[in-house]
C-alpha cells in the first residue's frame, strides 16, 4: 500500500494511506534493512515522503520503500557531522519565517535557507512575524529588507499572528499546496499556523527574557491536512526551531547561480568561472556598486562561498 508521511518521532512513522480519504493514519516502523543501505542521512524517511508499506496484525505497518523524492530540503545533521537531515520532502513551497523583535532573524540564516530552496527547485517567500511589536526604527528596517528580497525575486509577508494581520495573504498563497514552514525558535512559528488554521492547537512557547531566545515548543516535523479535497489537498508542515542551518552538498562555484539576482547577470562576466570576488570585469560586483544588486546579499554570499570552501577543505 502507498502512503503520505505525516510525522516523524524516532523510530516511529505517522502514514496517511494514500487511497483513503477518511484521514485515518497508520503508525508504522521502518524496515530493519533499510537503513543498511549506506545513507548517510540521519532520518532516511521524511515528513512529506510516499512511502509502500504493509500491515501488520496488530494494525501497525511497516514501511518497506520510499519513493523517490521530486524535491526536498536538507541541512548537516549537526555543526562538525559529515551526516545530513532530510527537514521535509516533496514540497511546493518553502515559508521562511522571519522576525526584526526579539529574537531578531539574520539575513544569513534567511539567505542560506533560500539558497538551498533555489538548488532544490523549491519556490520559496519569507514571512516576517510580530509586526506588532515595530517600533519607528524596525518599521524602516522592515521596509529595507522587504524592497531587498522582492528585488531578487521572493514574496514577502508582513504579518502578526498575535493580532491576525496580513493572514489572508498567506492562506492564499498555501491553498491547494504542500507548504514548509521553517525558522528560528521564538519567531512565532507555532502562533502564526495555529493563527492560520483555527482548530490545529500546536503548543506555543515563549521568548527566554534574558537570551532574547526562543524556546523550542516543536519537537519533530509533522505534516497536517488543513483544507482542500483528496485530489487537491492543502498540507502545511510544521517543523522544529533552527539554530543553524549547515548547507550540504553545494560546490562554490554554483553558488552564484543560485542567487536569482546575481544568475541574471552572470553571462556579462568576462570569465566563466568567476567567483564574483576579486576577478576583474565582473558584471556582479559592478552590479554591486549601481545598486542592482544588495550589498547585504553580496556579503552573504562571500559568506557562504567561504563556508562552503572551508567545508571542502579549500
Known amino acids: 500500500m502507498e502512503g503520505l508521511v505525516m510525522r516523524t518521532t524516532g523510530s516511529w512513522y505517522r502514514v496517511l494511506p494514500m487511497d483513503e480519504a477518511d484521514g485515518g493514519t497508520v503508525d508504522c516502523r521502518l524496515r530493519g534493512n533499510y537503513r543498511l543501505r549506506g545513507n548517510k542521512q540521519t ?23 520510499v519513493h523517490d523524492r521530486r524535491n526536498y530540503i536538507v541541512r548537516r545533521a549537526t555543526k562538525l557531522s559529515k551526516q545530513t537531515h532530510v527537514i521535509a520532502a516533496n514540497i511546493d513551497r518553502l515559508c521562511i519565517v522571519a522576525t526584526l523583535a526579539f ?27 510580530k509586526i506588532d511589536l515595530y517600533d519607528i526604527p524596525m518599521q524602516a528596517v522592515h521596509k529595507n529588507l522587504q524592497e531587498m528580497y522582492e528585488g531578487a525575486g521572493y514574496p514577502v509577508y ?21 507548504t514548509l514552514f521553517c525558522g528560528h525558535s521564538g519567531v512565532g512559528k507555532s502562533a502564526l499556523l ?6 490545529l492547537e500546536l503548543r506555543v512557547g515563549e521568548v527566554s527574557d534574558w537570551s532574547q531566545k526562543g524556546k523550542h515548543t516543536t519537537t519533530f516535523a509533522e505534516m497536517f491536512a488543513v483544507g482542500g479535497d483528496f485530489q487537491s489537498p492543502t498540507f502545511l508542515i510544521d517543523t522544529p526551531g533552527i539554530k543553524e542551518f549547515g548547507m550540504v552538498d553545494f560546490e562554490p562555484a554554483e553558488l552564484s547561480h543560485f542567487y536569482p539576482e546575481m544568475r541574471a547577470v552572470l553571462h556579462g562576466c568576462q570569465f566563466a568561472n568567476c567567483t ?16 542592482v544588486i544588495s550589498m547585504e546579499r553580496y556579503s552573504n554570499y562571500l559568506g557562504i562561498y567561504d563556508q562552503i570552501e572551508a567545508d571542502l577543505g579549500g
Request: aromatic residues 4%; charged residues 20%; proline residues 5%.
Open 43 to 65: 532520518n532516511p524517511v521524511a515528513v512529506g515522503d510516499v512511502v509502500d508499506y504493509s500491515m501488520l496484525e496488530d494494525g501497525t505497518g511497516v514501511i518497506a520503500e
Open 103 to 129: 529574537p531578531r532573524t539574520s539575513t544569513g540564516f534567511i539567505d542560506r535557507l533560500l539558497v538551498t530552496a533555489e538548488a532544490y527547485h523549491i519556490p520559496a517567500c519569507i514571512i516576517f512575524n
Open 194 to 199: 495555529n493563527a492560520l488554521v483555527p482548530g
Open 158 to 178: 508582513a504579518v502578526s499572528a498575535l493580532q491576525g494581520t496580513g493572514l489572508e495573504e498567506v492562506r492564499a498563497m498555501m491553498t491547494g499546496q504542500t
Open 276 to 291: 564574483h570576488r576579486h576577478e576583474p570585469h565582473c558584471a556582479v560586483k559592478e552590479a554591486v556598486e549601481a545598486g
